[in-house]
């Protein structure tokens, strides 16, 4: 099956620093990818979705200055968190959908931020 | 506008018992309806969909869920559940087939007691 996998799977920073994040189609050819944010007992709230090649699209409310998203090949998006804050803290999961645009989203693993 | 709502943030059940998770959603236009699976330390995992053919949509693992529009609701069920079932599962709704914008659900904590 489809593999999507990201890194680190936790991270800690401290207040005012920038932390990348990776998402990695690992055995297909993601031409879209997406950004989702969760909040310990909430939904996942998406964030942006990125073609490659491209800008991403953000959605209402999400700073894209802050959320810096690149997707750069068809099998690697990173977002980067710039100068974190304590509220920046969350678990942040991606998908990847392949080149059939009826794909199903693949989702990975997802990655603890902790900004302290 | 689109959203799903998930009754009960933590479902027990005994092994072998059936298990009934709720989904209840509200959606502008004709929905595609999902049910995802997140293991601990993992990605989430398609279970079934529902995308305006049969009404009763069977997925994976021997789970099963029913559209049924008169409720806007489309609950998850498996009639004997196993240890291995223990798990968070998601509900969510999409305005389209190729899945662009998921809204989720709050999820469903599923435990199995042997």
């Known amino acids: 099956g489809a593999v999507v996998s990201q890194h680190p799977s936790r991270v800690i920073c401290k207040s005012g620093t920038s932390v990348k994040i990776e998402c990695r189609s690992l055995?297909?050819?993601?031409?879209?990818m997406f950004w989702y944010r969760q909040f310990p007992k909430q939904s996942l709230m998406l964030m942006a979705t990125?073609?490659?090649?491209?800008?991403?699209?953000?959605e209402q409310g999400v700073e894209k200055d802050k959320f810096l998203i690149n997707h750069a090949s068809l099998t690697l998006s990173t977002l980067t968190v710039t100068s974190a804050h304590p509220e920046d803290s969350s678990f942040y999961i991606c998908?990847?959908?392949?080149?059939?645009?009826?794909?199903?989203?693949?989702f990975g693993p997802g990655t603890r931020l902790t900004v302290t | 506008a689109q959203s799903v709502t998930q009754l009960g943030s933590h479902v027990s059940v005994s092994e072998g018992a059936l298990v009934l998770l709720r989904c209840n959603y509200s959606?502008?236009?004709?929905?595609?309806l999902f049910w995802y699976v997140q293991y601990p330390n993992q990605g989430l995992q398609l279970l079934l969909k529902?995308?305006?053919?049969?009404?009763l949509v069977k997925g994976i693992n021997g789970f099963e869920a029913e559209f049924k529009k008169s409720e806007t609701s489309f609950h998850l069920t498996k009639p004997s559940a196993h240890m291995s079932d223990a798990a968070e599962y998601f509900c969510?709704?999409?305005?389209?087939?190729?899945?662009?914008?998921?809204?989720f659900g709050t999820g469903t904590r599923l435990q199995v007691f042997p």
């Open positions: 998908s990847a959908r392949g080149l059939r645009g009826r794909d199903e989203q693949y």
């Open positions: 055995d297909f050819q993601a031409t879209t």
């Open positions: 990125s073609n490659e090649g491209s800008k991403a699209t953000y």
């Open positions: 959606s502008s236009v004709p929905p595609y």
């Open positions: 529902y995308t305006s053919a049969a009404t």
């Open positions: 969510a709704v999409s305005a389209t087939y190729n899945t662009d914008k998921l809204i």
